[in-house]
């Protein structure tokens, strides 16, 4: 399967815990894009990259959440100090940059449910 | 920030009914309006999508209209089959192709044999 891949697909915690998640994108995709979902809501935009550089980062992206893509191929999403508003799907998204369309092709997340 | 409004949050209709869900954008700069569709358990997937200079797209049963005037885009479904039920999300972007997208809340679709 070459389609984007997330872990993991569960993780539960408690409050005050850190949680990494981790997204392997198509491979020829240079752009990587972190959403976040929850329940009866459309994804909100967190941050992306273009190769290893984070390009924008949206203000929903409080000082608890770090985002890193290292050699520009898997990125990791970190949430510390969790809370349970933190509690949704986490979904990853790639795409090509220079691509004749703006589509994503998104994984199929990480759901995240902070006790 | 841009703000996509979306409606209804729910359609039923009946095996081989249209479908028909319209998203309002504030921002005048958004210039690309895809429609994804989600099912259950599944990450969002792109049907299909249309830019500013173009009015109107069609890909077989699915067709979306826009009206830059008025700032609003819909989705039409023709000859709805039970498999077209699901989540579908209207979004905007501002930016050049894979710029961040501002979703709707989504229409959750239910096609009924």
């Known amino acids: 399967d070459t389609g984007v891949s997330q872990n993991p697909r569960h993780k539960i915690t408690k409050r005050g815990q850190n949680v990494t998640f981790r997204c392997d994108p198509i491979?020829?995709?240079?752009?990587l894009y972190w959403y976040r979902q929850t329940l009866g809501q459309g994804p909100e935009f967190l941050t992306y990259f273009q190769n290893e550089a984070q390009l924008e980062k949206s203000r929903l992206l409080s000082d608890r959440f770090s985002a890193e893509r290292p050699k520009g191929s898997f990125s990791t999403l970190e949430i510390q100090r969790t809370e349970q508003g933190d509690s949704a799907m986490y979904l990853c998204?790639?795409?090509?940059?220079?691509?004749?369309?703006?589509?994503?092709?998104f994984g199929e997340g990480s759901r995240l449910t902070v006790l | 920030g841009e703000n996509v409004e979306q409606h209804p949050s729910t359609l039923s209709v009946q095996e081989g009914d249209s479908a028909v869900i319209k998203c309002t954008y504030s921002?005048?700069?958004?210039?690309?309006f895809p429609w994804y569709k989600q099912e259950l358990g599944k990450g969002p997937q792109l049907i299909i999508d249309?830019?500013?200079?173009?009015g109107e797209k069609k890909d077989q049963r699915i067709a979306v209209t826009l009206n830059k005037t008025a700032k609003h885009f819909s989705l039409h479904i023709t000859e709805t089959q039970p498999e077209d039920s699901a989540v579908y999300f209207c979004a905007a972007s501002k930016g050049p192709p894979g710029y961040a997208l501002n979703f709707g809340k989504g229409t959750s679709l239910l096609v009924t044999p």
């Open positions: 249309i830019r500013s200079n173009v």
């Open positions: 921002d005048s700069a958004s210039n690309y």
């Open positions: 998204a790639s795409s090509r940059a220079g691509g004749s369309t703006g589509e994503l092709f």
């Open positions: 491979s020829e995709h240079n752009r």
